[in-house]
């Protein structure tokens, strides 16, 4: 009879180590997978740490740490932090903070301030700009914006964004076209911008991080004046709507996502800042700044689904292209892009998106690793 007993006694002690076990299983995956309630409910506070891997073509591999917390120094503000080294030896640090609202009553406002040196390229100005023309350069740019708006109501608001932006090139490829066009090119020292944007925004969407109904139109226009300290004198018009739709009734797990962007400029433009398209926006699958000219079409579709509460995903295709003015706007030669990619919330809390988006188009495969909705 010993021997059953013993056996008996083993059977439990290994249910006992299974049931700690899976419980142990449930706790790790509950972390990484499910929304804590507390934080929804404001009984903790949200606060994401996440060590960074990322990559897109242009910027190649890099490593960082990005921070993000919710009623950082007021309830309800909000303090995003960047920072990140690449393997090209390139970094960016960039802050941003967003004040709560009960602060200036009915404004909302945020201050971002940020330092980049990636790699870029440039292939010439116009929509036949050619692949074989291919020039990278290295800029280094610092920039500052603080956009305020007034809150007419509850959907729409009207403000004013003051903006500084200094730029320059510190590095020119050998191959390419980019100094056969410098003498051309505005901007091409490099300039120091301070321009004002009149801003105008609807916004009924139920969610600003994760949202699956509603509209969100927002209008744009940005001075850069001479008189102002500004180096060069442009006007840019930007607009832009994106709408949400719940695909199979009104449930959040599938949601049909589309955007349609212009961005037009005037004036004495800089080449750096003329509307481009291509990278982890505007056409995936394409480089980033493949197509630049003064007037950019753009429009986003994705079919967005979640897989399980943080882990969503998306298919997409991006169409898209630029024009030197409005009438040389053919539908007959749109940029096609389309792809593949995975969403994810990253916990404790939910202010951070992981995305990893695959987009192909004729130019091949390009994969990005980066953060944030497109859109």
Known sequence: ???????????????????????????????????????????????????????????????????A????LKKKDIIKLTTIQTLKSKSEYRVIYKFPRNIFRKFTGELEAGYENYDQFYYGIGNNAEKSDETSYVPELFEVKVPILYGLTQNISLGLSLNYHN????????????????????????????????????????????????????????????????????????????????????????????????????????????PQLGGIFFNRGLTEGRFRDALALCGNWEYRFKIYERLHWAFFVDAGNVYSEFYRVNASNIKITGGTGMRYYVPPGNLLLARVDAGYSTEGLKVYLTFDHPF
């Open 1 to 67: 009879m010993k021997h059953p007993i013993k056996l008996f006694l083993l059977i439990l002690l290994l249910c006992g180590y299974a049931y700690g076990q899976e419980n142990k299983i449930k706790k790790t995956f509950s972390y990484w997978f499910d929304f804590d309630p507390r934080i929804e409910k404001g009984e903790k506070k949200n606060i994401n740490i996440l060590p960074l891997i990322v990559f897109t073509p242009e910027k190649g591999f890099g490593l960082g740490l990005k921070f």
């Open 69 to 72: 917390q919710e009623s950082f």
């Open 167 to 274: 730029w320059k090139i510190v590095e020119v490829g050998t191959d390419g076209i980019l100094r056969r066009d410098f003498p051309n090119l505005i901007g091409k020292d490099g300039s120091k911008l301070y321009t004002t944007s009149f801003l105008a925004r609807w916004d009924t969407r139920d969610s600003n991080t994760d949202p699956s109904l509603g509209t969100l139109l927002e209008g744009t226009i940005e001075y850069s004046k001479k008189l102002l300290k500004s180096e060069t004198d442009f006007t840019r018009y930007t607009f832009k709507i994106n709408k949400f739709y719940p695909v199979f009734g009104r449930t959040k797990p599938h949601v049909f996502a589309f955007s349609v962007t212009m961005d037009y400029k005037t004036g004495d433009v800089p080449f750096y800042l003329l």
